[in-house]
T-cell receptor
Framework: QKEVEQNSGPLSVPEGAIASLNCTYS??????FFWYRQYSGKSPELIMS????GDKEDGRFTAQLNKASQYVSLLIRDSQPSDSATYLC????????????????FGKGTHLIIQP | ETGVTQTPRHLVMGMTNKKSLKCEQH?????MYWYKQSAKKPLELMFV???????ENNSVPSRFSPECPNSSHLFLHLHTLQPEDSALYLC??????????????FGPGTRLTVL
């Protein structure tokens, strides 16, 4: 059974600091990894996707993937109060095979609070 | 309209009612999804459609019935629901093609309350 684990938090970080969010997954064949941000009462918003081992940077966000350790993380630099939200880690287990879309397996999310 | 839209945004229904949720995507995608988000549980995949054909039914009770008449529209027909079906129902879409990594984009959701 595919599982995605996240610390539910809350994770409290002072404004301007680096927020570090972690996620582990159980299915070794997992190939595609995503971070979504969800504000209270809103739907998830895709902020990062990563497919290869290493780091991927996009503005203040950096996603890190280590397939050997089955671990993916999200770093948020220069944290702002507007970054306060729940961050969802999601995984697609199956490598694209040329037919059929695949659903996401989500973790429960980490509640991040940026303190002004 | 841009992105993924869903109607209604809020729905209250009795256990004997029949209702439908509607999703429309304006992104030119060819795959669409229904997810359920309940309190204190991870988002759960319900149905997947690719090129208007259902490719996955994630052990969802038959009181939920999906319909995908074309690549832009997705419906979820509801009948004789239970109070535990109260949740946020989210629609998503993606471009399913060789070399694509299936980034999925969500609509705003329908908040469903079953009395």
């Amino acid at each position: 059974q595919k599982e995605v684990e996240q610390n539910s938090g809350p994770l409290s970080v002072p404004e301007g600091a680096i927020a570090s969010l972690n996620c582990t997954y159980s299915d070794r064949v997992s190939q595609s990894f995503f971070w979504y941000r969800q504000y209270s009462g809103k739907s998830p918003e895709l902020i990062m996707s990563i497919y290869s081992n290493g780091d991927k940077e996009d503005g203040r966000f950096t996603a890190q993937l280590n397939k050997a350790s089955q671990y993916v993380s999200l770093l948020i630099r220069d944290s702002q109060p507007s970054d306060s939200a729940t961050y969802l880690c999601a995984v697609i287990a199956r490598e694209y095979s040329g037919g059929g879309a695949d659903g996401l397996t989500f973790g429960k999310g980490t509640h991040l609070i940026i303190q002004p | 309209e841009t992105g993924v839209t869903q109607t209604p945004r809020h729905l209250v229904m009795g256990m004997t009612n029949k209702k439908s949720l509607k999703c429309e995507q304006h992104l030119g995608h060819n795959a669409m999804y229904w997810y359920k988000q309940s309190a204190k549980k991870p988002l759960e995949l319900m149905f997947v459609y690719s090129l208007e054909e259902r490719v996955e039914n994630n052990s969802v009770p038959s009181r939920f019935s999906p319909e995908c008449p074309n690549s832009s529209h997705l419906f979820l027909h509801l009948h004789t629901l239970q109070p535990e079906d109260s949740a946020l129902y989210l629609c998503a879409s993606s471009q399913d093609r060789r070399g694509s990594y299936n980034e999925q984009f969500f609509g705003p959701g329908t908040r469903l309350t079953v009395l």
